[in-house]
DNA sequence: ATAGTTCGTTGCAAAAAACGCAACGTGATG
DNA sequence: CATCACGTTGCGTTTTTTGCAACGAACTAT
């Protein structure tokens, strides 16, 4: 019955999915039915009546669902009428950030923090996502933004944010890569591909290019830093893979085109780490308030 | 952040006092402490200021007192509202009552659970506290209203209800005993006592007596049932120990007295007790439901 | 003074709860 | 009929919670 399973419930009664809700709050689908099994033995009653093949709110449980949502929203509240009569706190709060990351993810986390502590000072530090973690570990930095690493080690805390898909893009002008797609049968060893140097994107795509089983890929170029490789796709010298919100956010994003049906890549996840025994202290402690 | 943690700060913001709330919810000081803790993570600062002496609210506390009030009454407030609309039960449910417990303690809880579930047909068997547990064991019964022995069986659920408080008490018409009782030096191993049987009652005695280091008691009579025992004492055979409940009930409470500042004699626990294994079951789950 | 109490907190080991994986049963789909 | 998608459950592991004992601090009584 904490903030967590009533917000997992609501999610739920919206989805009338397990797994959809499962993979939304990054739990694993048997998690959320014990979790959902609890709160029905709380409450003294079905919530959803699941029968193997659909999922339905039960009345309790749209009773339930007021409930849970009036729960989340008082609770929200109260924590915002503390927010207004905060402590100041002052200090430097060193941040490192992969490029990616920068422009799309960090700017709403840094606004919502300077308005509780307008006198915190913010460093930031860019630079690869691959290095992240090495400079959290290092304790060069206060915490990091990057991609979650397969093996995330113990020491270090890993707070999601949000899940990035990737995208496989080709130029829309006309030229050589344009004309090798549009045949019949996909030669993908014979088109030539840019990546970026390394990093998550880049396992991304080895991973999903062996599924293929065509041979060697053909790398026309590794570019380190996703915006460039955007560019040079965008100029016809190849197809890349970038996160999609790169994508997105180019000034070049009209002369590049996504392909569809070429098999799923995997999306990883993208967060702020930093190491677990920083978490006490009091500014890495308010931004984690601040952003949650 | 579950409703029990909100009840204990709930009861602590106004006992202040963390041992008694502890006691209250009767856990051990140090899991309130740590409860309170994890509430005070939870919500971002401190609640209660304690410095070694005195424990009080700081601001965050008191709105947050406000907040869990709130909360507590609204979560209420929804279980009541589903409560009316609940599926009729019916069946038995054999019920075991200590004679002391049962007009004390059963009536309000049998009122509420009928109150809900009308077509349920109760069985009341009476008898001695001390078979209690044995009754359900047995299987022979569904529950038990007893007082909760030095250890509890693994198999045994036990739900607290009350704390009962012993009482001391002699006759108030003018007798031999009550003569003894007036004399300065109370010689204890003189003055005839009247003794339960055996059970919890009688454990608590013999605790007690063996703390004043008086030799043996001088028993006059033991009896198998309180309430025999309160007409004995009140005739002037002697010095009897019962539970106050059954003191304060009693038709004859006016021909027996209290005494006091005789050491205190340890209360025991009374609730509700069943097999583990048939907390499932729908009739006895309702009734949890109903009287928590 | 000083020994004894009363308080809330913390180290530690044991117990309980929660978790994810893998396997399962059950309907739908091709 | 094989396959797939979905929610649940058995099981071993990890994480969290708990009570006991010990502690330090601050009053009280002798």
Redesign the pocket.
Known sequence: MDQ?ALAMFSHLSQS?????T?RAH?????????????LEDEVGGEL?H????T?VLTDIGKKFKIYAEQQLEQWHSFKQSLAEKQIELTGKLHIYCSVTAAYSHLPPLLERFRARHPLVEIMLTTGDAADALEQVQNQSVDFAIAAAPEQLP?SVYFHHLDTIAMAVIAPTMACKVQQQLSENVLTWSKIPIILPEHGAARKRFELWYRKKQQGKPMIYATVSGHEALVSMVALGCGVGIVPQVVVDNSPVKDKVRNLANIGEIEPFELGVCCLNQSKAQPLIKAFFQAIS
Not at 16 to 20: C, G, N, T
Not at 26 to 33: D, E, F, G, N, V
Not at 50 to 53: E, F, Q
């Open positions: 967590k009338l999915h397990f797994a959809k499962a990054h739990i694993s689908p048997s998690t959320l039915s014990r979790a959902i099994q609890r959803l699941r029968d193997n093949r999922v113990r």
